[in-house]
């Protein structure tokens, strides 16, 4: 049984090696590496198959051939050993302020209902607030209807009072 399981062995490891011939050329630990994360990872391809892959595509689209290697990244500068003083960067600029979206509201008929919310008042911005059912998406224009009116939230169709 012992002699049965080393030709076994032995018969698979010669079958893998002649199955993948070129794998073989680097080396026995190389070879069992590359086999075990194919089998972890069956999705994962190694750097190889994705040049191959973007040499094809990029024949395929621009018929132009593409250089067998890539370009290399600048060196980074060393730290110099002298006592020079480095310059201190720019401040970023600084963006500018998002302007939050407006929307006009439009006055609704109701019969008098009661458990309407409010809108909720900006401060530093008469009339416009911000909708009780979408908080986030933007503010509303209310200028033109008095406090306690009834009106359309634009962002949903539903109604709201102006505070």
Not at 109 to 123: E, Q, V, W
Request: charged share 20%; aromatic share 6%; net charge positive.
């Amino acid at each position: 049984m012992k002699w049965f399981r080393h030709c076994l062995v032995t018969a698979m490891m010669l079958a893998g090696f002649l199955a993948v011939g070129h794998r073989a050329e680097a080396g026995l630990g190389e070879f069992f590496k590359k086999l075990g994360n194919s089998i972890a990872h069956p999705q994962h391809r190694s750097s190889r198959h994705k040049e191959a892959s973007k040499k094809t595509s990029a024949k395929r689209t621009s018929g132009k051939s593409t250089p067998r290697h890539s370009a290399k990244a600048a060196p980074t500068p060393q730290p110099s050993t002298t006592n020079e003083v480095a310059p201190t960067p720019a401040p970023a600029a600084t963006p500018a302020p998002v302007q939050p979206i407006i929307l006009e509201a439009s006055a609704v008929r109701t019969a008098g209902r009661r458990d309407i919310p409010f809108g909720i008042p900006i401060p530093n911005r008469p009339g416009f607030v911000t909708s009780p059912y979408a908080p986030n998406q933007g503010l509303v224009d209310i200028r033109g209807f008095p406090s306690g009116t009834e009106v359309k939230d634009p962002y949903t169709n539903k109604v709201f009072i102006t505070p």
